[in-house]
Nanobody
Framework: VQLQAFGGGLVQPGGSLRLSCAASGSISSFSVMGWYRQAPGKGREWVADITSGGSTRNSDSVKGRFTISRDNAKSTLYLQMNSLKPEDTAVYYC??????????WGQGTQVTVSS
């Protein structure tokens, strides 16, 4: 199952964006799906994930601002990002992890928060 992330762009501080990660097939094979991000000159940082049962976790840096969700019927993962800050600027990557712990990665989508 291939993943494709989209929805990034340029937004002003305080603004919102919704990222989507569309799968080429069913996402029911993924026990966990989530998002990482990588800012310029920094390592990849975990952002949020969601299990097949709907349990979610967020990193402290985005808690209360970002919401992760998945729509199995549409085979799509989402990341709703509100109250964006310049430090949220990064390339965002989605992933799906199978029940055998294999990870599929989508290509990144750039998010830039700037006035």
């Amino acid at each position: 199952v291939q993943l494709q992330a989209f929805g990034g762009g340029l937004v002003q501080p305080g603004g919102s964006l919704r990222l989507s990660c569309a799968a080429s097939g069913s996402i029911s094979s993924f026990s966990v799906m989530g998002w990482y991000r990588q800012a310029p000159g920094k390592g990849r940082e975990w952002v949020a994930d969601i299990t097949s049962g709907g349990s979610t976790r967020n990193s402290d840096s985005v808690k209360g601002r970002f919401t992760i969700s998945r729509d199995n019927a549409k085979s799509t993962l989402y990341l709703q990002m509100n109250s964006l800050k310049p430090e949220d600027t990064a390339v965002y990557y989605c992933f799906g992890q199978t029940f055998s712990a294999e990870r599929n990665w989508g290509q990144g989508t750039q998010v830039t928060v700037s006035s």
